[in-house]
Nanobody, 119 residues
């Protein structure tokens, strides 16, 4: 059974920092690309950052220079360090693990963790 569990969300003041974690089980973690997504109330889910199995990263323009995605394959965990946070970063953050095989694309989602940026 595949499980992705996000943690580390909470309330932070503007300009503050948080670090989210996504821990995986039930998959060969090292061969999966991992993405962090977020969904604010009334808005569509959007991609925040991705990291490939090889460690290449990509970021949404809105978080470039502020957020850093990293992975520790020995712990089956991906992190999202968020600095200089803004109220518009408020959302539920989800992690996604995906891979492509001869059977096509397969992916899994976590349950999400709430991040609120407010004074």
């Amino acid at each position: 059974q595949v499980q992705l569990v996000e943690s580390g969300g909470g309330l932070v003041q503007p300009g503050g920092s948080l670090r989210l974690s996504c821990s995986a089980s039930g998959i060969i973690f090292s061969i999966h690309a991992i993405g962090w997504y977020r969904q604010a109330p009334g808005k569509q889910r959007e991609l925040v950052a991705t990291i490939t199995s090889g460690g290449s990263t990509n970021y949404a323009d809105s978080v470039k220079g502020r957020f850093t995605i990293s992975r520790d394959n020995t712990k089956n965990t991906v992190y999202l360090k968020m600095n200089s946070m803004k109220p518009e970063d408020t959302a539920v953050y989800y992690c996604n693990a995906g891979r492509i095989s001869i059977a096509g694309w397969s992916d899994y989602w976590g349950q999400g963790t709430q991040v609120t940026v407010s004074s």
